[in-house]
Nanobody
Framework: QVQLVESGGGLVQPGGSLRLSCAASGIPFGISYMGWYRQAPGKQRELVAA???????NYAGSAKGRFTISRDNAKNTVYLQMNSLKHEDTAVYYCNARGGIDSYWGQGTQVTVSS
């Protein structure tokens, strides 16, 4: 049974930081790619950051310089360190993991940036 368990969301003031975690289990054929996406109300889901099993990273323009994605392959866990958070970062953040030809999603974790 595939599971992606996310944690670390919450309410933070502008300029603050949060660290999201996503632990994956049960994915056959190993995990080649893990990423974080987000979806704000009324908007489409968008890529925030992604990392391959070899550590190659990709960031959305809005995340560059503020967010850092990292991965512990031994634990099948991906992290997203978010600094200098802004109101516009408010969204539900989803973890995505890919293995073989399949793609899996977590249940989402709410991040709210508000004073």
């Amino acid at each position: 049974q595939v599971q992606l368990v996310e944690s670390g969301g919450g309410l933070v003031q502008p300029g603050g930081s949060l660290r999201l975690s996503c632990a994956a289990s049960g994915i056959p054929f190993g995990i080649s790619y893990m990423g974080w996406y987000r979806q704000a109300p009324g908007k489409q889901r968008e890529l925030v950051a992604a990392i391959t099993s070899r550590g190659v990273t990709n960031y959305a323009g809005s995340a560059k310089g503020r967010f850092t994605i990292s991965r512990d392959n031994a634990k099948n866990t991906v992290y997203l360190q978010m600094n200098s958070l802004k109101h516009e970062d408010t969204a539900v953040y989803y973890c995505n993991a890919r293995g073989g030809i399949d793609s899996y999603w977590g249940q989402g974790t709410q991040v709210t940036v508000s004073s």
